[in-house]
C-alpha cells in the first residue's frame, strides 16, 4: 500500500510524467526511471529512497509505505533526500524528517 503525501517533493519530472508514474505504482506496474524518498523502515535512519519497481517486491506489499518525494534520476533523489533532511535540521535543529514532514503535511505547507 503506498500513501502519496499532499506536500509531495518532486524533482527531475515533468507534472504529467509524475502523474503517469503515480498512476502505475497505484497500479502496481513496472514503471522506468523513477525513485521514491520514503518514511525509514529502520527509526535509525532519516529518509531511505529506492526504485519505484522494489514496490512490487513482497515485502513493500506488507507494509505500508509512505512517500514524502519522487525524482526521476538517482541523482535526483539523492540531491531531493539531502534537501528534505536540510530544511528538517534548519527547522527543528534534528534530523527526524518523518515526522516535520507529517507536522508539515497536517499544516498544508507545500515545499
Known amino acids: 500500500m503506498v500513501i502519496w503525501k499532499e506536500a509531495l517533493y518532486v524533482a527531475g519530472l515533468t507534472p504529467k510524467k509524475q502523474k503517469r508514474i503515480m498512476n502505475a505504482i497505484n497500479k502496481k506496474r513496472p514503471v522506468k526511471n523513477a525513485y521514491l524518498i520514503m518514511a525509514p523502515s529502520n527509526e535509525a535512519n532519516c529518509v531511505e529512497y529506492v526504485k519505484a519497481n522494489q514496490l512490487l517486491q513482497p515485502y ?25 533532511v536540510c530544511s528538517a535540521y534548519v527547522a527543528t535543529g534534528d534530523f527526524k524528517v518523518a515526522p516535520y514532514l507529517d507536522a508539515k503535511d497536517k499544516a498544508g505547507d507545500s515545499p
Open 60 to 84: 513493500f506489499s506488507k507494509r505500508e509505505n509512505v512517500v514524502y518525494g519522487l525524482a526521476g534520476s538517482e541523482e535526483a533523489a539523492q540531491e531531493l533526500a539531502a534537501a528534505m
